[in-house]
Structures are given as structure tokens and as C-alpha cells.
């Protein structure tokens, strides 16, 4: 069974940090591209942050440039996304999808496998 366990949501004042953790099970890690997603209220999902598993190749929104990491644990099948300099607007339901064959790493539709969803909540 495939699945994807997204953890480490919760509230931040704006400016600090949190991590975000994607434990994945059910299918080759090390095969698929990794995302993460955010979706706030009123708003379309949107793609945050990409990892590559197969060479490593990152991906990440302008919204999001200089402030989050993304890095991958193939020995625990797990994906993190570090987020500092948090700001309000970085207030949504954070989902990490895997995809096997993902041409546009920032694009929702590309994705096979999805997550549950963890809040983050930044307050100012």
C-alpha cells in the first residue's frame, strides 16, 4: 500500500521555522520525485518545493526562494522541508506528493501519490 505521511505542522510567529517531514512507504523511493505543496483558504494549491530522488535535482516557487530547503533520506524514505523567515503569507495546508514521471515538478497534476496534509499557521 502506498503512502505518503506528512508531519510537522503548526504555529510559528512570522520570521521563525519550521519542518515539515514526508515519510513515504509502498513504492521506490529512490525512483520518484518527491513534492511539496500548500494550499491556503480561497486559494489554488500550489507547488512549493520539488526533490528529485533519482539525481537529487531541487526545485522551488520564486515565493519561496532563499527561505526553504528541501532534502531527502533514502535510508528512512523520508523527504524534509525546512522553512525559515516564515511569513503570513506562508499560512496553508502543507501536502507532499511522489511521482514517478513528473515533467513540471511544481505541477499538482503530475503527481501519483498524495498525502494527508499537516496546517501550518504563521502568525504576526
Known amino acids: 500500500e502506498v503512502q505518503l505521511q506528512a508531519s510537522g505542522g503548526g504555529l510559528a510567529q512570522a520570521g521563525g521555522s519550521l519542518t515539515l517531514s514526508c515519510v513515504a512507504s509502498?513504492?521506490?523511493?529512490?525512483?520518484?520525485?518527491i513534492g511539496w505543496f500548500r494550499q491556503a483558504p480561497g486559494k489554488e494549491r500550489e507547488g512549493v518545493f520539488a526533490?528529485?530522488?533519482?539525481?537529487?535535482?531541487?526545485y522551488y516557487a520564486d515565493s519561496v526562494k532563499g527561505r526553504f530547503a528541501i532534502t531527502s533520506d533514502s535510508a528512512k524514505k523520508t523527504v524534509y522541508l525546512r522553512m525559515n523567515s516564515l511569513k503570513r503569507e506562508d499560512t496553508a495546508v502543507y501536502y507532499c506528493?511522489?511521482?514517478?514521471?513528473?515533467?513540471?515538478?511544481?505541477?499538482?497534476?503530475?503527481?501519483?501519490?498524495w498525502g494527508q496534509g499537516t496546517l501550518v499557521t504563521v502568525s504576526s
Open positions: 506528493a511522489g511521482g514517478r514521471y513528473v515533467a513540471g515538478p511544481l505541477r499538482a497534476f503530475e503527481y501519483d501519490y
Open positions: 509502498g513504492f521506490r523511493f529512490d525512483d520518484y520525485v
Open positions: 526533490i528529485d530522488n533519482k539525481d537529487s535535482s531541487t
